[in-house]
């Protein structure tokens, strides 16, 4: 398994931004499709952003599209998303975690997690 670990995590105001960053192990990474993934307290852990194996394809659940982007830079292992305009309701733990599939938004497709990294918007 690659090893992942997140950062980036804050505490912010309604409104402000923050980039989370994950950061893998091996090269490797380079074979894997990435996703970004939020849980609420009391909560089932939900997909938020996506990219693809090659890096082309992109995709964003509706409550964050057009606020969050996704990006991954191979030459560095690293994966990031852009978090904009946040709102109370983004508050979460973010993993980042990889899958053997080309792009894929199913949680259960994803077998490597990071540990999570904690983002709460206030009001």
């Known amino acids: 398994q690659i090893q992942l670990v997140e950062s980036g995590g804050g505490s912010v105001q309604a409104g402000d931004s923050l980039t989370l960053s994950c950061a893998a192990s091996?090269?490797?990474?380079?074979?894997?499709?990435v996703g970004w993934f939020r849980q609420a307290p009391g909560k089932e852990r939900e997909f938020v952003a996506g990219?693809?194996?090659?890096?082309?394809?992109?995709g964003y659940a509706g409550s964050v599209k057009g606020r969050f982007t996704i990006s991954r830079d191979y030459g560095k292992n690293m994966a990031y998303l852009q978090m904009k305009s946040l709102k109370p309701e983004d508050t979460a733990v973010y993993y980042c975690?990889?899958?053997?599939?080309?792009?894929?938004?199913?949680?259960?497709?994803?077998?490597?997690w990071g540990q999570g990294t904690q983002v709460t918007v206030s009001a």
């Open positions: 975690a990889l899958t053997i599939q080309w792009y894929s938004e199913s949680l259960s497709d994803y077998s490597d």
């Open positions: 990219i693809g194996r090659t890096g082309v394809q992109t």
């Open positions: 091996e090269r490797t990474f380079s074979g894997n499709a």
